[in-house]
């Protein structure tokens, strides 16, 4: 019966730490929070204090006076800020379990493959004082293809592509762990300063973050429109020549010349894999095909971009958004099959 009951209330989670946005799933429960990775706080006698986090905090961004600051704590899929982040881990541990529970919750976390030593440290720092009795870490590539349901402990060679805010992961997986992965620096936040950069370029005008990801959003493609221009949309931002604002029509054709570079280097992240890749593997993959996941994975034709530089068959998982964190929750559903692939060293 206590067995039962302490499955019941268990308080561990799995938690997709993401530059964007945090995902946290709870053992038995699933996804139990979505919320930007976003938190807004003011100095006081030299502290940070936090004001806000997640959705409130995100809809701060861009618009605080300047006692307030809104932050994202996560660069390039790590720790920028160690302190905020904390915070954060806090704040979202204690929104899940709103109830005080008997015991401190053992943690996932999922971390890029590139992290450095000092980088995995630092995460499993910040979640072991944000209240975990153990940290553990997965490699975000394992825990997106575990997600996106692919039968990684086959001894067949399987490709993932998992673009996030931060950072893109190109890996190849043969039972149940990496054979070659490659993380490149390139995701959704690239993809925004592409954008900014072109409309300051090519239109003398300057847009704020919640313009560009309703750009990308709503008209965002991977390839030039066949008519040359495609959909359109009204935008609204600052004028640089003389500082009043401004609406403007921005069409995909633009869109997708704006994102010519990071597109491509994502491609070519994915060619590089291919070509170090085992023979016998890469004869698995041209049968299987290449599965996309991670929010940057929904930007429009990419998964057609890609077929067409590479060859292969190329799908976006069903819940792209959600695979990191479902694959994370998974390693800590069924930890005794996929124990290898969590890292609890100290």
Do not use: W
Not at 235 to 258: M, S, T, W, Y
Not at 286 to 308: C, F, K, P, S
């Amino acid at each position: 019966m206590f067995s039962i009951l302490t499955g019941l209330f268990s308080a561990d989670m799995a938690i997709d730490l993401g530059t964007a946005n945090t995902l946290v799933y709870v053992k038995g429960r699933g996804i139990v929070l979505n919320e930007p990775s976003v938190v807004a706080y003011h100095v006081r006698d030299g502290k940070k204090q936090v004001l806000a986090v997640g959705e409130e905090a995100k809809l701060m961004l861009g618009r605080t006076p300047g006692s307030i600051q809104a932050i994202r704590p996560m660069r390039e899929g790590v720790i920028a800020d160690f302190d905020v982040a904390e915070e954060m881990i806090k704040h979202f541990i204690r929104k899940v379990h709103k109830r005080t529970t008997f015991t401190k919750p053992k943690i996932i976390v999922c971390v890029p493959h590139g992290a450095t030593p000092v980088e995995k440290r630092a995460i499993r720092q910040s979640v072991l004082s944000a209240g975990a009795r153990k940290a553990g870490l997965i490699a975000e590539p394992i825990a997106a293809a575990i997600g996106a349901g692919m039968p990684i402990t086959d001894a067949t060679g399987s490709m993932v592509v998992d673009i996030g805010g931060g950072t893109t992961e190109v890996a190849v997986l043969s039972l149940a762990d990496i054979v070659y992965a490659r993380s490149i620096r390139v995701g959704g936040d690239r993809m925004d300063e592409a954008l900014i950069a072109y409309l300051r370029r090519h239109q003398s005008m300057l847009i704020g973050e919640s313009t560009v990801e309703r750009i990308k959003t709503t008209i965002g493609t991977a390839r030039m429109p066949q008519d040359g221009r495609g959909a359109v949309m009204q935008i609204r931002g600052r004028d640089i020549l003389n500082g009043v604002p401004k609406e403007i029509e921005i069409n995909q054709a633009q869109v997708a010349e704006a994102l010519t570079e990071p597109v491509q280097q994502i491609c070519e992240a994915v060619m590089i894999a291919l070509e170090a890749t085992p023979p016998d593997l890469a004869a698995d993959i041209v049968d299987r095909g290449v599965m996309l996941t991670g929010g940057g994975a929904l930007l429009g034709d990419l998964d057609l971009e890609l077929r067409e530089q590479t060859g292969l068959a190329i799908s976006v998982a069903d819940q792209s958004l959600h695979c990191v964190a479902l694959g994370t929750g998974k390693a800590l559903e069924y930890e005794s099959r996929l124990r290898h692939a969590v890292d609890y060293d100290s």
